[in-house]
Structures are given as structure tokens and as C-alpha cells.
């Protein structure tokens, strides 16, 4: 159901109780859909659900990616320069 900000605000608890016993309600500011109220369940579930930001995602101890990486010294080096 669909709820103009007014009567969302005047009807507060109407519109709780709908959200809660139908799920979602959308709110509208001057005729465009603004804000969602749903149940804290719902909330929980798309949280839950959510991927993680990229600031969590490189923060978590998650492996990232595989670089086969060669130990160290054994990159081939260029042989010296010799100057007459």
C-alpha cells in the first residue's frame, strides 16, 4: 500500500500496524514513491542477505584472490653492465 507522508504522519500507527501485519508500506512525497517502512523481520532478512560494502569486504579476513606469486630472488636479473 502506498501512503502520502501527511497521512502516514497523522495515521502513525495505522500505518505501523499495516506494515507489520501486510508487510511493506510505501511512503510518497508529492506523488513519488520517497521511503519503505518494513517490519523489523524483513529488515533482518535483506540485511542479512546484503553484500558487504567494499570497506567491510577488504577489511574481512575473507581470501580476495589467487596470485601465484614466485618466492623472492627468483625473478631472473638482468646480468651487470661492464664498462671498458
Not at 506523488?31 to 560494502?53: F, M, S
Request: charged letters at 30%; aromatic letters at 10%; zero cysteines.
Amino acid at each position: 500500500m502506498s501512503w502520502a507522508v501527511q497521512e502516514a504522519k497523522a495515521k502513525f500507527s495505522e500505518f505501523l500496524k499495516a506494515s507489520v501485519e501486510q508487510g511493506p508500506q510505501v511512503v510518497t512525497k508529492r506523488g513519488e514513491e520517497t521511503a519503505v517502512l518494513v517490519p523489523i523481520g524483513e529488515y533482518k532478512r535483506l540485511k542479512d542477505a546484503a553484500r558487504p560494502n567494499l570497506k567491510e569486504w577488504l577489511l574481512s579476513s575473507a581470501v580476495k584472490f589467487d596470485i601465484p606469486l614466485r618466492p623472492r630472488n627468483s625473478y631472473n636479473k638482468r646480468p651487470p653492465v661492464e664498462f671498458d
